[in-house]
């Protein structure tokens, strides 16, 4: 799996008091044995992969309110997925 692109960053900046607590939208490209393609992953939602589901449940770096408004680099961003499931 490869992150190809960051949709959406909503999440709500940690040093910030929100109604929302915001969302990741992340375009993915997935290497399967039978093939590739390109999904649209959001943070907490599983999508379902071969046999398993694949789950986008870490985003760093948090957001900061006030700092650069609170844009990050696209190269800076890092992730962590879950997956459940499979032989």
């Known amino acids: 799996m490869t992150p190809i692109a960051i949709v959406e960053?909503?999440?709500?900046p940690m040093n910030a008091r929100c109604v929302w607590a915001g969302q990741v939208r992340l375009r993915v490209?997935?290497?399967?044995?039978?093939?590739?393609?390109?999904?649209?992953m959001t943070s907490g939602?599983?999508?379902?992969?071969?046999?398993g589901k694949l789950e986008l449940?870490?985003?760093r770096p948090?957001?900061?309110?006030?700092?650069?408004?609170?844009?990050?680099?696209?190269?800076?961003y890092s992730f962590g997925?879950?997956?459940?499931?499979g032989i």
């Open 62 to 76: 948090d957001k900061v309110a006030g700092e650069s408004g609170g844009a990050i680099e696209s190269s800076a």
């Open 81 to 85: 997925f879950r997956f459940q499931g």
């Open 57 to 59: 449940v870490e985003v």
């Open 9 to 12: 960053d909503s999440r709500c």
């Open 45 to 51: 939602e599983p999508i379902q992969v071969a046999d």
């Open 29 to 40: 490209r997935i290497d399967l044995g039978s093939g590739r393609g390109e999904t649209l």
